[in-house]
């Protein structure tokens, strides 16, 4: 992959709520930002967790649901006009002199920032791993938790397992070019968009692909390179042809890249002050669920404050000779007009 | 207050005292009960709260629900008596309900 260059004032590191929101108060300051997350679309948590319940703790909004309130906060930010690097987790920062930090993901984008906010939440958003004996000896072959390529199942033999939106799209999208797909699921009722499951059915009638209900209980192969796969049913055990695994179990957070920052940590939590919510570096803040100090909710409400909080600090670190002014965004025109309502 | 037994995987049986109308899940993290991830926090968004309930007990705790039985497909051997159990409301009629934890919940 071509490395990528990318230079600006504030990279954000988690496109949850609070990662949005410091988008703002970043922007009132007129630092430019680049957030960068794992999963393919903003929110974090109340994306991937919680879209469709009501959170009633945000002050001001009686009851919002988790996918209306990102939605309101990417109308908020929209202004200051955030770059979005999404699908890509941030694996290192480097430390390049006494201003700059050095960043890069795993797609091979590098940023040169002033300032870096952490707001992981609860880490990095990666797929489940299914607990069947001896995965891990052919995750490196035949394993494929997320797809970047789908070239590479040219007329492979694939088992997809799972019931979900994620494993009904990729038996869809990888049904022409495979030699067989082997649909596995441990019932007969699937939860997907009605359309892609009405699809699936015909191509499972039609015998284009073959659908077992039932459960991966072991895999076999030489190698590191999987041959076959046991299928546990009502019938008993059948065991199935193939050359790789696509399970789509969902998405669990894990920690991540983040404990290797050299960050002091409390139980997977960054030790920030509560003044500015700085790390032990720096330049590099912690915000939102990811921060920890005497005290520490995790609420976005919480996460919002310490965003404006941190904000100041970061102004000092991007403009070191300007004078920071408080204002109001209600009264000052100095506000207004960033926010492109004067 | 309504017992409650988790048995590990390992074997290991944790016996506690529950308030009414809290969940199995809040059982377990409120008491360190290990095993029993429940990253969505209960709600029913994660499936890393997977139990399997003793089979005595299938009958009395009554179906889960739609949304449940969806998420469930997100949850790694299931059976039969496999439930989420932030979805299973305690209440004097479980009174010794047991219930199993997975080798792994992810
Ligand atoms: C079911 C449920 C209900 C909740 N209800 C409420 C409520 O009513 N009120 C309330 O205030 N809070 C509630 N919360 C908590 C709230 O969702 C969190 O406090 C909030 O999401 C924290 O926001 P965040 O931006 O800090 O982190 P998150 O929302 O966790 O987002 C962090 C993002 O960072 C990304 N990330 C982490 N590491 C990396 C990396 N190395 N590279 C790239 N990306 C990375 C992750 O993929 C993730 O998308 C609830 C949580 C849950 C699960
Ligand atoms: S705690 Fe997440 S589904 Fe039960």
Same mark, same amino acid.
């Given at each position: 992959?071509?490395k990528?260059?990318f230079?600006t004032d504030?990279?954000i590191?988690?496109?949850g ?6 988008v703002?108060?970043?922007?009132l300051? %007129?630092m430019k930002?680049h957030?960068i997350?794992i ?6 948590q ?7 319940k009501p959170? !009633?703790?945000?002050p001001?909004?009686p009851s ?6 990102v ?5 908020q930010?929209?202004?200051?006009n955030? =770059?979005?690097?999404? $699908? $890509?987790m941030?694996?290192e920062?480097t430390?390049?002199? &006494?201003?700059f930090?050095e ?8 940023f040169?920032?002033?300032v870096?906010v952490?707001a992981g939440?609860g880490?990095s ?5 299914p ?5 891990e000896?052919?995750? $490196? &072959?035949s394993?494929f !938790? $997320? ?5 590479i199942?040219? %007329? ?7 019931g979900?939106d @994620?494993?009904?799209?990729w038996?869809m999208?990888?049904e022409?070019i495979?030699k067989?797909i082997t649909?596995?699921?441990r019932r007969d009722q ?6 892609t499951?009405?699809?699936?059915f015909?191509?499972?009638e ?10 991966? +209980?072991?895999?076999?192969g ?9 299928c546990?049913t009502t019938?008993g055990?059948?065991e ?10 969902g ?7 983040i404990a290797n920052?050299?960050l002091?940590?409390d139980e997977?939590?960054?030790m920030?002050d =509560?003044?500015?919510?700085e ?6 803040f912690?915000i ?12 976005i409400?919480?996460?919002f ?7 100041q600090?970061a102004?000092? !670190?991007v403009?070191p ?6 204002q109001?965004?209600?009264?000052s025109?100095n506000?207004k007009?960033?926010l492109g309502? +004067? | 207050m ?7 995987? @390992?074997?290991?049986e ?8 809290n969940?199995v ?5 409120q008491? &360190?009960v290990?095993g029993i991830?429940a ?8 499936a890393?709260?997977?139990? !399997?309930?003793d089979?005595?007990w299938?009958g009395k ?6 949304m449940e039985k969806d998420?469930? %497909? ?10 989420? @159990?932030?979805?299973?409301?305690v209440s004097e009629e479980l009174d010794g ?6 080798e792994k919940q992810f």
């Open positions: 992959m071509e990528e260059l230079e504030v990279v590191i988690g496109a709520p609070v990662g949005l929101f410091s703002f108060e970043l922007g300051l %007129d930002c957030v997350d999963l393919d679309k903003p929110g974090g109340c994306a991937e967790l919680y879209p469709e959170i !009633y703790d945000i001001g909004m919002v649901l988790g996918s209306e309130l939605d309101l906060l990417m109308k930010i929209a202004p200051f955030p =770059t979005f690097h999404f $699908s $890509s941030v694996q920062i430390k390049l002199d &006494n201003v930090w960043i890069k993901t795993d797609h091979n984008e590098v040169k920032a002033k870096v952490i939440g880490g958003f990666l797929p489940k791993k607990p069947i004996k001896e995965i000896n052919f995750e $490196s &072959n394993v !938790y $997320s797809i970047k390529n789908k070239e199942f040219r %007329d492979k033999e694939l088992a997809i397992v799972g979900g @994620s494993a009904l799209d038996v999208n990888l022409e495979a067989k649909l596995i699921h699937f939860r997907a968009a009605p359309d499951v009405k699809k699936i015909s191509l499972i039609s015998k284009k692909i073959d659908f077992i209900m039932g459960q991966v +209980s072991k895999l076999s030489e190698g590191g390179i999987l041959e076959s796969l046991t546990k019938e055990d059948i199935v042809g193939c050359d790789s695994l696509l399970p789509f179990f998405l669990t957070m894990k920690l991540g890249p920052w050299g002091n940590l997977n939590l960054i920030v =509560t003044e500015k919510f790390t032990n570096e720096k330049g590099i912690a939102g669920d990811i921060n920890t100090y005497p005290g520490k909710l995790k609420l409400l919480c996460g404050h310490e965003a404006a909080l941190m904000s600090q102004f000092r !670190y403009y000779d300007e004078k920071l002014t408080f109001y965004t209600t009264s025109s506000l007009k960033k309502v +004067s | 309504t017992k409650i037994n988790f048995i590990e995987f @390992s074997g290991a944790h016996s506690i005292d529950v308030d009414n109308g969940t899940m809040e059982a377990a993290i008491n &360190n290990p991830d990253d969505c926090g209960g709600a029913c968004a994660c890393t709260c997977h139990v !399997y309930v089979k005595d299938v705790i009554g179906e889960a629900e739609e998420m469930l %497909d997100f949850a790694f051997d299931v059976e039969e008596n496999s439930r989420l @159990s932030c979805q299973i409301k309900l047991t219930v199993r934890l997975p």
